[in-house]
């Protein structure tokens, strides 16, 4: 008795379902990189005004977290330089 003949659809064969697996495995892979990568762009602003908004601030802030870092910097270095008395 052959399969087919028997109305066998070779797309359910082990092999075929082997197969499938495999493909959705990857795909289910790949779903997972792209919901990282697009978890990645939704803090971002809808449109250009705003995102130039979101810049300029960030700009502003890491120039604030600059000023403070050479600030402890110059504290560190002339606590450095002053000779200690014994």
């Known amino acids: 008795m052959e399969l087919a003949a028997r109305g066998f659809d070779m797309s359910l064969s082990h092999e075929s379902l082997v197969s499938l697996a495999e493909k959705l495995n990857r795909l289910q892979k790949d779903v997972v990189t792209l919901k990282k990568k ?5 803090d971002l602003p809808t449109n250009t005004p705003l995102a130039k908004v979101k810049v300029e601030e960030l700009k502003q802030e890491l120039n604030y977290l600059d000023e403070k870092l050479f600030k402890k910097l110059e504290e560190l270095t002339c606590d450095v330089q002053t000779p200690s008395r014994f």
């Open 38 to 42: 697009a978890e990645s762009y939704q």
